[in-house]
């Protein structure tokens, strides 16, 4: 009887311990599979191509000494990223309609922005900009390596890992780190199509300076869900953001609270504007760019 009782016990612990096994393998591959997820948006912006389209809204309070502001505003985003001429490319263009900011305070109506990869250089800010109606551009290559900065000017990059780098040009320096957390929620639809959402959890540091000693340092803390479509693509993000902007030597922080969403519109795979990355390019060189 004890011995039938001791096979007994024993069968279950194997069923029991079987069972776990189980779970934890079904467990590793569901994480694994929204993890291919993030993996894939890494690789359409280090080798595929695409442009998307995106509409965001968000509330912005500003506390500062002077007084406190609230703007809410909507943007029309596009983001596309392909090759030219063997090097990454990259359009980031913003279209900004904004209400309840102070009077006299310069609104920034539209930045298009093409930058891409010149061997360890990332040459960007060939902006196109125009704030109440005035047009600018420019154009700089940082001596960086490319792997080190380009996350940094990404859109997303909170989804591209943990970036540390310094440069220093033209008697101007910066100083920039992100370090990131994700973790993996649940699912929701986008236009009847699955997505896998992620708690992304953000700290940034940018600190700048100027050979005049001016510095501006900026900490920002961002909590989000981001929703990421099987090809990678972010079709919906929310977002809580803290950022504290202090210039130096002054001290007088100014806290910046930003609540929004972003959704995706439309978007196309393997395919990338040449011709508008060139048109902007073209642009800012005519208006004050180098290079």
Known sequence: MMKSTFMITALVIIIVAAAVVIIILNSSALYAQPISYVNNFRKLLSDGSFTAIYNSSYVEFTMSGPGNQIIQCNDILQFGAG?????????????????????????INMQEIAYWTNGSSLCGGAAYVVVDGHESGSINCLPLETLNALPAYLPFNELLGNVTFSTAVQGYSINYSITSYINYVNTTKWHDQQVHCFRVISNITRVQSMTSGFRLRTSTNLSELICLLPSGLPAIRVINETMLVTPLPSGNTILYIIQG???????????????????????????????
């Open 83 to 107: 090759s030219v001429n063997n090097s990454r490319a990259f359009i980031d263009t913003i279209r900004t309609m904004c209400e309840g900011l102070f009077p006299g305070t310069p609104g």
């Open 261 to 291: 969403k972003t959704e995706l519109v439309n978007y196309t795979l393997n395919y990338f504007n040449t011709t508008e990355f060139n048109e902007i390019v073209s642009m800012a060189r005519s208006r004050g760019g180098n290079g």
